[in-house]
């Protein structure tokens, strides 16, 4: 699976983003996808994951009720619409799809193939 993510930006606070993971190679519908974010100085963390079929999501505490993943497979993409953001949601953000089972998982170990990263900055 290659992954491409693209839609990061230079937003003020109290916008708006919509980031893109296009898939390529093995059968996008196979995998639960995950986006993460790192911020400068800190590790990587969890932000939202969504399962094979998208009827099924999770977030990170701190997005819940801004971000919404969602995904097409028939367009083997994967987004993650981001709204009222913040300063602190500045960070490079990662798409990743996880080995099949189980899914939404938090944890970056259950994700074998990762995209080369977004920056999103939101400026106060």
């Known amino acids: 699976v290659q992954l491409q993510a693209s839609g990061g930006g230079l937003v003020q606070a109290g916008g708006s983003l919509r980031l893109s993971c296009a898939s390529s190679g093995r059968i996008f519908s196979r995998h639960g996808m995950g986006w993460f974010r790192q911020a400068p100085g800190k590790e990587r963390e969890f932000v939202a994951t969504?399962?094979?079929?998208?009827?099924?999501?999770r977030y990170a505490d701190p997005v819940k009720g801004r971000f919404t993943i969602s995904r097409d497979n028939a367009k083997n993409t994967v987004y993650l619409q981001m709204d009222s953001l913040k300063p602190e949601d500045t960070a490079v953000y990662y798409c990743a799809a996880d080995r099949g089972y189980p899914e939404l998982q938090r944890v970056e170990d259950s994700y074998d193939y990762w995209g080369q990263g977004t920056q999103v900055t939101v400026s106060s």
């Open positions: 969504i399962s094979r079929t998208g009827d099924s999501t």
